[in-house]
Each structure stands twice: as structure tokens, then as C-alpha cells.
């Protein structure tokens, strides 16, 4: 079983950009595809990027060119790397990982473990 803590979240100006972190401890790790997704009140939770324990990336498509997913198997990390950020990028953002998932990325309920998630918050 692996456990979540994302780290990262802020306040930024439309343009700017923000690194997200999601720490990762407990036994397996490198099983499990790891995904952000977002959500804001009101709203389904949002499918953000992945990186599949095949070591692949996927992006929706609202976020692609902008951000970037990434894993650092030593230290136990995946960060989002977000750019050129938007109004519309104002979310609650949750890591979550998922015991050895191939495919359906973006559906949340294939995910079994999520951390508390981090709010960021763009401003004009």
C-alpha cells in the first residue's frame, strides 16, 4: 500500500508557474501509476496528466504544452510541473496512484489511494 502527500500548492498570477510535488511512501511504489487530477466546487474531479508505471505520460488536453508530469523513483516523488498557468487552472489538486493501472487513466475511480490535495490559485 502506498501513501500520498502533495506539497506545492500557492497563489500565482495568470502566466506564471508552479511545481507540484506528490510524496510517496510505503512498500511497492514503483507499481503504481501515478495521475493529478483537479477539482473545483461544484465539479467532478478533473483528470490532469499521468505517468504509468510503464514509466508513459498523458496529458488532458487542456493542460498539454503547459504542464509536465515527472517521477523521481530515488527520492519518491512525482511533481507537476504547470506553466503558463490560467484563471481556469484554479483547483484543488490531488495526486493519486493506482496498483499497476494500464489504461482508462482518467477516471478517477480507478485510482485506489489519493492524498489530502493542495489548493492552487490563480489570480489576474
Known amino acids: 500500500q502506498v501513501q500520498l502527500a502533495e506539497l506545492g500548492g500557492g497563489l500565482v498570477q495568470v502566466g506564471g508557474s508552479l511545481r507540484l510535488s506528490c510524496l510517496t511512501s510505503?512498500?511497492?511504489?514503483?507499481?503504481?501509476?501515478y495521475a493529478w487530477f483537479r477539482q473545483t466546487p461544484g465539479k467532478e474531479r478533473e483528470f490532469v496528466a499521468v505517468?504509468?508505471?510503464?514509466?508513459?505520460?498523458y496529458y488532458a488536453e487542456s493542460v498539454k504544452g503547459r504542464f509536465a508530469i515527472s517521477g523521481d523513483s530515488a527520492e519518491g516523488t512525482v511533481h507537476l510541473q504547470m506553466n503558463r498557468l490560467q484563471l481556469e487552472d484554479t483547483a484543488v489538486y490531488y495526486c493519486?496512484?493506482?496498483?499497476?493501472?494500464?489504461?482508462?487513466?482518467?477516471?478517477?475511480?480507478?485510482?485506489?489511494?489519493w492524498g489530502q490535495g493542495t489548493q492552487v490559485t490563480i489570480s489576474s
Open positions: 510505503g512498500s511497492a511504489r514503483n507499481r503504481y501509476t
Open positions: 505517468l504509468t508505471w510503464g514509466a508513459s505520460t
Open positions: 493519486a496512484a493506482g496498483l499497476y493501472l494500464s489504461s482508462d487513466y482518467n477516471s478517477a475511480e480507478k485510482y485506489q489511494h
